[in-house]
């Protein structure tokens, strides 16, 4: 059993509501678990939660789909949600259908609210920095419906921290590993700036923020979940390629159609005290892929 850390708040008796209980979602409430929350986790299927969950079957797509939940009382929600599907409709259903249902039944108010949200809201494409005051003019659904529903959060009133997401990357999720492996990579010619932020430490910064509400800090409404090493795609591929033994240039390469391509700035993260465990992509895709990332 995983002891509780003596330097962070006993959560014990503290209630969270985990609405889209995917793979952030029950990496944060394994997290809590084991300081002493009491954990629910919402979602079509609960079936396949850890133990010590207390799974509810709902689906904030659906006016009526949080019955389960409405009527309790929570010190914490976190909003993880997923469409179904890479459209207008899925994005318009799970994002801003979804905040406005589970706003609705979340009756008592909730003490705190956290929604995972994207950097995909933010439209810049020169390659250079953004940060939590940068402009957001999203011209892709995603961005657009993403953004619609921090609106309707922030409108709610209630307590919040909206944490715009780079690239999630880490265990199950090595897109990239995959792609140098079958032979492909964008090209050197192509100045397209990735952001990424490994998913423990998207875990890890989420139970920082209800560490520091349990404290009492004073939150920014708005942080970016982002390492501390912006990089072009080609670089990433690149040194991929070396790790697995591959010549760099010998790969296919070509255009990545539907990226923007900017740097994002994690000051204001990392001001929180929060420190990295994957700062950089080296770091983590060197633990991906069993090399030191140092070599």
Known sequence: MTRPDP????????????????????GLGETLLARGAAVWGLRRDPAGLPAGFHGVAGDFTRPDGLAAVAGQAFDHVVLTFTPAGYTDAAYAAAYVDGMRHVLAALDPAPGHVILV????????????????????????????????????????????VIARFAGIYGPGRTRLIDQVRAGHACGPEERLYVNRIHRADGVGFLAHLIDLREQGADLDDLYLVTDSYPVTMW???????SKLGLDPFALKTGPVPGRTSKRCRNARMRATGYELRYPDYMAGYGELLGTDASA
């Not at 330097?7 to 985990?18: E, H, I, K, Q």
């Not at 940068?134 to 659904?141: G, M, R």
């Not at 670089?235 to 390629?241: K, L, T």
């Open 7 to 26: 330097a962070r708040p006993d959560l014990t008796g503290r209630r969270v509501l985990l609405v889209g209980c995917g793979d952030i979602g029950t």
């Open 117 to 160: 949200s994207s950097t995909s809201v933010y439209h810049q494409d020169d390659c250079g920095w953004v940060d939590e005051r940068s402009a957001t003019e999203p011209t892709h659904f995603a961005g657009r419906r993403t953004l619609e529903a921090e609106a309707v959060l922030r409108d709610s009133g209630l307590p919040h």
């Open 235 to 241: 670089d990433v591929q690149s040194w991929i390629a």
